[in-house]
């Protein structure tokens, strides 16, 4: 395994040093704030040595080996994402030893990529990845970040049960934009996106077909796996936080793909599903 997917898990004694860390520098300026944690992870044993710089409308990770960017600014999730290593931590989330995992073998649907760590985190491991971000600036990050993995592609389109156009909420933190109303943050613009069809997408870009889907698609996951049709891809994992109307969509998924003969599995805030 690549060395970036390889690194010892936080304790919960690190985690309680980062939540001190971050409420001693949350009223800091970003870049005043970037730079304390890029110097405190670079002394404590147990963090992954990173510099995290603010470059305006993103943030820049430098990181082992890799530099990579996050839309926007660096928030709790995403500080203790980067602290254990960001990529470990998107692998880890939607990855089930022994039950979903991904192989070199694997064509990768990154549904809701954000910046695209889940489709780096595959193509680290040989996978083919395909990033599907439909936000304007999010895309532009995966773009960026993608373009050092050979097997990693980006597609700017939204994905649900009908192609069609739909509006699309532009939330003050990037990480909640969605075709419902955020479930933090607010509404700062709402745009028309293109979406598709899951099952479309062979047809309609070329893409190879997948054998391990990932949704977070904040709250409409029910859509998306719907419009998978009669693709079957092998494994598929699913968030199922509680972002419908504060309510977690398990239930509504887990009855669909159990009906089309996969086996479930849940860990965490995340759905499981194999063939």
Do not use: M, W
């Given at each position: 395994m690549h060395p970036t997917l390889n690194i010892p898990p936080l304790s919960a004694e690190h985690l309680g040093r980062e939540k001190k860390m971050r409420n001693l520098t949350h009223r800091l300026p970003l870049s005043v704030r970037y730079f304390a944690y890029s110097r405190w992870l670079s002394h404590k044993p147990g963090f992954v040595p990173s510099k995290i710089t603010d470059l305006g409308d993103r943030t820049k990770v430098e990181q082992l080996d890799l530099?990579?960017?996050?839309p926007g600014y660096a928030g709790k999730t995403q500080l203790r994402q980067i602290l254990g290593g960001y990529l470990k931590a998107l692998h880890e989330k939607y990855t089930c030893p022994g039950f979903v995992e991904i192989a070199p073998s694997d064509v990768v649907l990154d549904c809701g990529a954000f910046a695209g760590g889940f489709s780096m985190a595959a193509a680290l491991q040989g996978a083919r990845a395909y990033a599907i971000?439909?936000?304007?600036?999010?895309?532009?990050?995966?773009?960026?970040n993608l373009a050092a993995f050979e097997k990693a592609s980006a597609l700017q389109i939204g994905l649900y049960n009908e192609s069609q156009t739909l509006t699309f909420n532009i939330s003050d933190e990037t990480s909640q934009h969605s075709l419902l109303a955020p479930d933090n943050g607010v509404v700062a613009e709402a745009i028309?996106?293109?979406?598709?069809?899951?099952?479309?997408?062979?047809?309609?870009?070329?893409?190879?077909p997948p054998t391990f889907v990932k949704v977070?698609?904040?709250?409409?996951?029910?859509?998306?796996?719907e419009g998978l049709g009669e693709m079957q891809p092998t494994k598929i994992a699913v968030d199922i936080s509680p972002e419908r109307d504060g309510k977690s969509p398990i239930e509504e998924i887990e009855a669909m793909l159990k009906s089309?003969?996969?086996?479930?599995?849940?860990?965490?805030?995340?759905l499981f599903a194999r063939l």
């Open positions: 530099t990579f960017v996050l971000e439909p936000a304007p600036l999010n895309f532009s990050c995966v773009e960026q028309n996106i293109d979406v598709h069809r899951p099952d479309s997408l062979v047809e309609t870009f070329g893409i190879a977070e698609a904040e709250g409409v996951e029910p859509e998306i796996i089309r003969g996969y086996e479930t599995r849940t860990k965490g805030i995340v």
